[in-house]
């Protein structure tokens, strides 16, 4: 087994972690301060100079402009683009952005890839994705109350969502609605593309989130859509498989997700490391002399180097054999990568003491907002339930035999 990465592949990483090094982590004390919203004239600058340099869009075919890295190669990626909260959104594939670039080059017509895609592509606008409701559990996605009625050429949405990732601002949102009551429970739903400017619909609020509300890209919206009309052709792939695209799109998002929590590990590990050898808890007695410290350490690069290398395997089966072969992995990485960021940012905050809490390191902003690492695509319960279902089967099927 070779753990070598390629050469190509290493030049990658290293021009983008010279550009998060270089440009990004010295804007984070003032996104910190000022927020999402402030910082945009700076952090879409500094797209522009990614996207010169040929670095965006990294997870993309190269025929629509991207670097058409594999899942294991983004995944790469992801981890250094993770070590900073900016880094994504920087490299233009941020959630839920990247996600709805994928689904738009799979299933998209000619007509949506030029009116939603190209602009997306380019960064000139955003996007939202509108699966969960305040109504229903979205841990039980085919059971959803927006629907898609027909109406002459038209489809007539009604129903809320909530939790839209970046619908203040977004262009257009990508809408789960039920266009189907009675089929079966896994085709009922459809995948709609709604223009943001479209009349009923609302973003009705964002939702506030550990304390903060948040604006644009950095927010979570609630959607509302009374008799929200949409010519047919907005129908994104084939009526009914909503659920199913959304399945193929979540598959790859949580590599993307859990290498990003690896780069947020990665970072948090450094920063730990540094302050406890700088930190003097006596004259000539720094941290790092306490066992304490010693054992947060050795324990947190034990759980980050399992995770990686966990997520990567996924990343790698995808890429070689496909991406139902990979459940198993998925499910797994989902709820261990999301826990062991949780632990590592804890003992890096712990060690920093009052101003770990403090939002002069990017320490406690990560632990705020990726505390739903552990909710959203799949709580970690869900994620064990189906892993372990499906291992088990495996058993049944051998004693049967
Ligand atoms: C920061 C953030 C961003 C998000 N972004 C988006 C987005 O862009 N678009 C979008 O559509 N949604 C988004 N979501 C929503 C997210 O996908 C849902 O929150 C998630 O699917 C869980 O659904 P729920 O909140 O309705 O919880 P529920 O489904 O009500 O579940 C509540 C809890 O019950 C437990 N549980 C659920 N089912 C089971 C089970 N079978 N067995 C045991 N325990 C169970 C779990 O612990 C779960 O946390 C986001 C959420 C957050 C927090």
């Given at each position: 087994?070779?753990?070598?990465?390629?050469?190509a592949?290493?030049?990658?990483?290293?021009?983008?972690?010279?550009?998060?090094q270089?440009e990004?982590i010295p804007?984070?004390?003032v996104?910190?301060?000022?927020?999402?919203?402030q910082?945009?004239?700076?952090?879409?600058?500094?797209?522009?100079?990614?996207?010169?340099?040929?670095?965006?869009?990294?997870?993309?075919?190269?025929?629509y402009?991207?670097l058409?890295?594999?899942v294991?190669?983004?995944?790469l990626?992801s981890?250094?683009?993770?070590?900073?909260?900016?880094?994504?959104y920087?490299?233009n594939?941020?959630?839920?952005?990247?996600?709805?670039?994928?689904?738009?080059?799979q299933?998209?017509?000619?007509?949506?890839?030029?009116?939603?895609?190209?602009?997306?592509?380019?960064?000139?606008?955003?996007?939202?994705?509108?699966?969960?409701?305040?109504?229903?559990?979205?841990?039980?996605?085919?059971?959803?109350?927006?629907?898609?009625?027909?109406?002459?050429?038209?489809?007539?949405i009604?129903?809320r969502?909530?939790?839209?990732?970046?619908?203040d601002g977004?262009?257009?949102?990508?809408?789960?609605a039920?266009?189907?009551?009675?089929?079966?429970?896994?085709?009922?739903?459809?995948?709609?593309?709604?223009?943001?400017?479209t009349?009923?619909?609302?973003?009705?609020?964002?939702t506030?989130?550990m304390?903060?509300?948040?604006?644009g890209?950095?927010?979570?919206?609630?959607?509302?859509?009374?008799?929200?009309?949409?010519?047919?052709?907005?129908?994104?792939?084939?009526?009914?498989?909503?659920?199913?695209?959304?399945?193929?799109?979540?598959?790859?998002?949580?590599?993307?997700?859990?290498?990003r929590?690896?780069?947020?590990?990665?970072?948090a590990?450094?920063?730990m490391?540094?302050?406890?050898?700088?930190r003097?808890?006596?004259?000539?007695?720094?941290?790092?002399?306490?066992?304490?410290v010693q054992?947060?350490?050795?324990?947190?690069?034990?759980?980050?180097?399992a995770?990686?290398?966990?997520?990567?395997?996924?990343?790698?089966?995808?890429?070689?054999v496909?991406?139902?072969?990979?459940r198993?992995?998925?499910?797994?990485i989902?709820?261990?990568?999301a826990?062991?960021?949780?632990?590592?940012?804890?003992?890096?905050?712990?060690?920093?003491?009052?101003?770990?809490v403090?939002?002069?390191?990017?320490?406690?902003?990560f632990?705020?907002?990726?505390?739903?690492?552990?909710?959203?695509?799949?709580a970690?319960e869900?994620?064990?339930i189906?892993?372990a279902?499906?291992?088990?089967?495996?058993?049944?099927?051998v004693?049967?035999?």
């Open positions: 087994m070779d753990f070598s990465i390629p050469q592949t290493q030049e990658l990483l290293d021009r983008v972690r010279e550009f998060v270089d990004l804007l984070e004390s996104y910190l301060q000022k927020g999402f919203g910082m945009l004239p700076v952090l879409d600058a500094k797209r522009a100079k990614a996207r010169e340099l040929g670095l965006s869009i990294p997870q993309i075919p190269k025929e402009g991207g058409g890295l594999s294991l190669d983004h995944g990626v981890a250094e683009l993770g070590r900073t909260p900016i880094g994504h920087v490299f594939c941020q959630a839920p952005d990247a996600g709805n670039m994928e689904i738009l080059i299933y998209g017509t000619d007509e949506q890839k030029d009116k939603y895609l190209k602009p997306l592509l380019a960064g000139e606008i955003r996007s939202c994705f509108g699966m969960t409701e305040p109504e229903h559990p979205g841990s039980n996605p085919v059971w959803m109350g927006t629907t898609a009625v027909k109406d002459g050429d038209d489809y007539v009604n129903g969502k909530w939790w839209a990732t970046g619908a977004a262009a257009f949102a990508i809408v789960m039920v266009t189907d009551p009675n089929a079966p429970a896994h085709f009922r739903a459809s995948q709609i593309i709604v223009p943001m400017d009349p009923g619909v609302t973003v009705s609020a964002i506030p989130f304390g903060h509300r948040g604006e890209w950095a927010s979570h919206g609630e959607l509302t859509f009374e008799n929200c009309r949409v010519p047919q052709r907005n129908l994104l792939g084939p009526e009914g498989a909503g659920f199913l695209i959304a399945q193929e799109r979540l598959g790859p998002g949580r590599i993307h997700h859990c290498m929590w690896i780069g947020i590990c990665e970072r590990f450094d920063l490391c540094e302050y406890a050898v700088k003097q808890v006596a004259p000539d007695r720094p941290l790092a002399s306490r066992q304490f054992g947060w350490v050795a324990e947190s690069r034990a759980e980050i180097d995770a990686r290398l966990m997520v990567l395997h996924a990343a790698w089966t995808i890429d070689h496909g991406p139902k072969a990979a198993d992995n998925i499910s797994l989902k709820f261990t990568v826990n062991t960021m949780m632990r590592v940012l804890d003992r890096a905050i712990q060690v920093y003491g009052g101003l770990g403090s939002d002069y390191t990017p320490l406690a902003l632990f705020r907002t990726e505390r739903a690492g552990r909710i959203y695509d799949g970690d869900v994620h064990k189906s892993a279902r499906r291992i088990l089967r495996r058993y049944e099927d004693s049967r035999a």
